[in-house]
């Protein structure tokens, strides 16, 4: 999976959704080899997962295992070829 933290108010989220999330490359890549998962930091129902990944800023995206452990992660806003590189 992987597991995109983020919030409404969050400028480097809107970001990365506007730039590495709608990209072609990108997209194709994640549907190929990922669940996507976005979670947002406002919405209460989340509170428990922001807390099982230690997630206290936006945005955080996490590879995990098909259990939910963290295989990889990065924190902030990055670029397309880092974003890539991240996927592996």
């Known amino acids: 999976m992987i597991l995109f933290f ?5 400028s480097p989220c ?4 506007r730039t590495i999330w709608a990209d072609e490359q990108v ?3 994640v549907n190929e080899r990922f669940i996507s ?3 947002y930091a406002h ?3 989340m509170t428990k997962l922001f807390e099982r990944y230690h997630v206290t800023a936006t945005p955080v995206t996490i590879i995990t295992d098909p259990k939910g ?3 990889d ?3 902030g ?4 070829e880092d974003f890539l590189s991240f996927l592996g």
């Open 77 to 80: 806003k990055v670029g397309k």
């Open 69 to 71: 452990n963290v295989l």
């Open 27 to 29: 997209t194709a890549e």
């Open 37 to 39: 998962v976005i979670l």
């Open 6 to 10: 983020t919030a409404t108010w969050c």
């Open 14 to 17: 809107r970001v990365m959704k």
């Open 43 to 45: 919405d209460a129902n």
């Open 73 to 75: 992660w990065v924190y």
